[in-house]
C-alpha cells in the first residue's frame, strides 16, 4: 500500500495543487448546492451536490485512493461488476427473506469514520488525513451527491459487513449489503437477526429503520433490492408498467408538461437523471427490453440538450 505521509506526494498522484486542495476544503459552502430528487414512494430526497471543481478533485480522490481499500465481499453496491440484480441472485428460492434499512445511512456517518476508516493513519500523514476528510465531508453528513460518498460508505461499514458475515456464515445465512439495505435469506428466526444487527449498527453509530423491515416467507412475493426472488429474478409488473408510462408520458406531453402533474419544483435535468437510473436498473433485469433500450437512447439524448 503506497504511504501519503508527505503532501507533495498526495500532490503528485492526484495530479491537483494543495493550494487547490486548500481552497477548495476551506470555502465548501461556495461548492455545494441543493438538489431534490422525487422518490419512487412520492415527495423528494434533498441531495447536496458539489460543483464541477470539487466533483474533479473527489472522483480523483476515489479513483486514486479509495479504490485502492479493502472492501468486504458482501457490500454488493457502488463496485465494478456488481448490481442489484447481483444482490439479489443471492436470495433466490430461499425459505425466508429478511429485509432490513438502515435510518438515514449517509446522514449519521461521522467525521470521524470517515477519517479513520478511509483515510486511516497507516496509510496518511494526520495533516493528509484532515485534508481529505474535509474534501469528502460536507455540514456533519457525508454528501449523497458527492462522487466520492459510495465507495466511502461501503468502506465505513466494512467491519459492520465483516462481523456479520461471519455470524452468519456460521448459521448457514446468506447475508449481502446494498447500499443502507441489508438481506438476509435463508431458515432462521428473524427476530435473531433483527437484534443481532440492532447491536452491531449502533456499535458504529447507526440505527435500524423498523418501518422498513421486511420479513417475507415462501408463498408471498419475495423481492430483494426490487428484485422478485422467489423463482428466478425478475422486476415486479408493477414497476415496469410505471416506468413505461413514464417514459410515454415524458415523450409525448413533453418532460415540462409531465413534471407540472407529478413533481412541480423538480428540475428537469433532476428528474431525467433519475429515470435514466430506474431504466438502466430495469435493463440489467431486462437487457432485451426493447421498449426500454429505446427509452434509454431518448433519455440520453434529452439529457444531452440539457
Not at 501519503?4 to 486548500?22: R, V, W
Not at 481552497?23 to 419512487?40: E, G, I, M
Request: aromatic fraction near 10%; hydrophobic fraction near 35%.
Amino acid at each position: 500500500m503506497i504511504q501519503y505521509q508527505e503532501l507533495s506526494s498526495l500532490e503528485q498522484d492526484l495530479g491537483i495543487p494543495a493550494k487547490t486542495l486548500y481552497a477548495l476544503s476551506n470555502s465548501l459552502n461556495r461548492h455545494y448546492r441543493k438538489v431534490r430528487l422525487p422518490k419512487k414512494t412520492g415527495g423528494c430526497r434533498e441531495l447536496s451536490v458539489p460543483d464541477d471543481r470539487l466533483k474533479a478533485v473527489q472522483r480523483r480522490i476515489t479513483d486514486v485512493l479509495l479504490i485502492h481499500m479493502p472492501v468486504s465481499r458482501y457490500a454488493t453496491a457502488y463496485r465494478f461488476g456488481c448490481s442489484p440484480l447481483g444482490n439479489a441472485v443471492s436470495h433466490v428460492g430461499k425459505q425466508l427473506v429478511l429485509k432490513l434499512d438502515i435510518l438515514r445511512f449517509f446522514d449519521s456517518i461521522r467525521y470521524s469514520d470517515v477519517k479513520d476508516l478511509a483515510f486511516p493513519a497507516r496509510i496518511y500523514s494526520e495533516q493528509n488525513r484532515i485534508l481529505l476528510s474535509m474534501l469528502c465531508y460536507y455540514k456533519d453528513s457525508l454528501p449523497q451527491g458527492a462522487p466520492s460518498s459510495p465507495a466511502i460508505s461501503n468502506l465505513i461499514l466494512y467491519p459492520f459487513d465483516e462481523r456479520v458475515g461471519r455470524w452468519c456464515r456460521e448459521r448457514r445465512i446468506t447475508y449481502t449489503r446494498y447500499c443502507d439495505d441489508l438481506t438476509f435469506s435463508g431458515e432462521f428466526p428473524p427476530e435473531e437477526v433483527i437484534a443481532f444487527v440492532r447491536r452491531e449498527l449502533k456499535k458504529q453509530g447507526f440505527l435500524l429503520n423498523h418501518q422498513k423491515t421486511r420479513i417475507q416467507r415462501q408463498g408471498q412475493r419475495q423481492t430483494v433490492t426490487g428484485i422478485v426472488v422467489n423463482e428466478t429474478p425478475n422486476l415486479p409488473r408493477e414497476y415496469r408498467r410505471k416506468l413505461r408510462q413514464e417514459l410515454y408520458y415524458c415523450q409525448t406531453l413533453g418532460v415540462t408538461a409531465h413534471l407540472q402533474k407529478v413533481a412541480p419544483g423538480t428540475s428537469e435535468k433532476a428528474y431525467l437523471t433519475r429515470l435514466l437510473g430506474m431504466v438502466n436498473y430495469a435493463l440489467g433485469c431486462r437487457p432485451n427490453d426493447e421498449t426500454l433500450l429505446q427509452g434509454r437512447h431518448w433519455l440520453r439524448q434529452a439529457l444531452q440538450q440539457q
